[in-house]
């Protein structure tokens, strides 16, 4: 299981997906006996998508401040402040089977001016603003800030029952010729857990 889940996460992480062809953040509206799933994005606008014969369907579970202990491998969506500081939208605790996946700084698509920073938890500073990360990667380093709004998430093994109406989902992959998402991913929140990213 976790060997697919590295693979289904790899298409996450990587700097060749990082743009991926189209990307749906929403809701799953209905599943089809067929598969096929109708959804709506988070601004409301419908979309079909079908998982591919070889995609994967990961899980996203909440986690804690607590969980962001030095040495876990993490990645972190982020922003700039107003004086240049990274600030954390969202922290994804990778499985450790995962290390070293995905790793550097790179321009993200979840807000304008967003990064995602892929590395190991080198050094964590408690403070009265919250925990400050330096997350260390091949060639370099960023800290970054996180506080009390910051969403951090983990993930796990998903399958095709998790995916149901009302469940949220992020799903990316190429679209087929008849507009429908061909994902070769599908991160879908557990019990009732909105994926962040």
Do not use: C, W
Not at 65 to 82: E, M, R
Request: proline share 7%; glycine share 10%.
């Amino acid at each position: 299981m976790f060997r697919r889940l590295v693979l289904a996460l790899a298409l996450i992480a990587s700097p060749a997906f990082a743009q991926p062809t189209a990307t749906l953040r929403g809701t799953i509206d209905a599943v089809a006996a067929d598969g096929v799933i109708t959804a709506h994005s988070r601004s409301g606008e419908a979309a079909t998508l079908k998982l591919k014969p070889a995609g994967r369907i990961t899980a996203v579970i909440p986690a804690t401040a607590a969980d962001l202990k030095p040495g876990a491998y993490i990645g972190v969506a982020a922003v700039p402040d107003a004086d240049g500081a990274l600030k954390a939208l969202e922290v994804h605790i990778f499985p450790e089977s995962m290390r070293g996946v995905g790793e550097g700084f790179r321009p993200f698509d979840l807000a304008p001016q967003s990064t995602m920073t892929n590395g190991a938890l080198t050094v964590r500073v408690d403070s009265a603003d919250g925990p400050k990360l330096t997350v260390s990667y091949a060639g370099g380093s960023q800290t970054i800030q996180i506080d009390a709004s910051t969403k951090i998430v983990a993930f796990d093994p998903g399958d095709a029952a998790e995916l149901k109406p009302g469940a949220a989902i992020v799903a990316r992959g190429a679209k087929g010729a008849d507009g429908a998402i061909e994902a070769q991913v599908i991160i879908v929140g557990r019990n009732g857990v909105v994926p962040p990213m």
